[in-house]
């Protein structure tokens, strides 16, 4: 792996980790480029994906660090809600991971579910209705947090964005925008930390396909840029502007599924 492949993937996963337009998507989609424009895959990402998602995780923590600290001590029914509302994304991950994996890597499927995203958005959106008529995450219901754990859960397919759909559910379920946003990357933090551990027992050192060098620099990189990303998401979505990112996935869906029907 080169140094411009893994600055790319730095960047990529930073971004796309936050933002809502599905960080695995676009690596799908990278994965497909540099397979057909380069004319090899790249190789083993297992040791790549571990120290990546390990830098966005790290954002996540250090973004949300007094409000994690105040779950901890005080809000501790709040660790309940995280509890149920990552249950679905640990049934649904394991089954299709274990079942399905070529599914999950497929370059067309992430073009259909990028529009799926962007009609999402657009949706929640204009059905957000007035701030002052919802909750916050403190307040939640099991139902509800389990509710915004399904939303999560179908965000395992390439293309349909975690913090996107979550974001969105949750306003669909009764949150305020930045209640939604700040249960959204909560959630987050025991999907990636289990994901990456899962990912862990298939990582072995001697067959790193990059430099430790270089691996560092993708990890420092996906950290700045996520920390970067997140507190911009935090922004939009409290001016309500959650649906911009649209202007985005469709077009991207749209190139991706003619690429892939012309291919």
């Known amino acids: 792996m080169t140094l411009l492949q893994i600055l790319i993937l730095g960047v990529v996963q930073g971004i796309t980790e936050f933002l809502p337009v599905s960080s695995s998507g676009h690596l799908v989609v990278i994965q497909a480029l540099f397979a057909q424009f380069n004319g090899q895959r790249l190789p083993d990402m297992v040791a790549v994906n571990v120290l990546l998602h390990a830098g966005t995780l790290a954002a996540i923590l250090l973004f949300y660090r007094k409000r994690i600290i105040r779950l901890l001590f005080e809000d501790r029914r709040v660790l309940a809600l995280l509890a149920v509302g ?75 964005s975690r913090s996107g759909w979550t974001i969105a559910g949750g306003m669909l379920l009764g949150l305020r925008r930045e209640a939604a946003t700040t249960f959204s990357f909560l959630l987050a933090i025991p999907v ?72």
């Open 86 to 160: 990552t249950l679905p994304a640990v049934g649904v991950g394991l089954i299709l991971k274990q079942l399905l994996p070529e599914f999950l890597s497929s370059p067309l499927l992430a073009g259909f579910m990028f529009l799926l995203t962007g009609g999402l958005l657009v949706w929640s959106g204009r059905r957000e209705g007035i701030q002052e008529d919802r909750i916050d995450y403190q307040t939640l219901s099991y139902a509800q947090a389990f509710g915004i754990g399904l939303f999560q859960a179908a965000a395992i397919l390439p293309g349909l």
């Open 192 to 263: 990636i930390a289990g994901a990456t551990l899962l990912e862990l027992k298939d990582w072995s050192l001697e067959t790193l396909p990059v430099s430790s060098g270089l691996l560092g620099l993708g990890t420092a990189i996906a950290f700045g840029v996520g920390l970067l990303s997140l507190w911009i998401l935090v922004k939009i979505v409290e001016r309500g502007r959650l649906a911009w990112f649209a202007c985005w996935l469709f077009p991207l869906g749209l190139g991706v599924i003619a690429w892939q029907l012309a291919s």
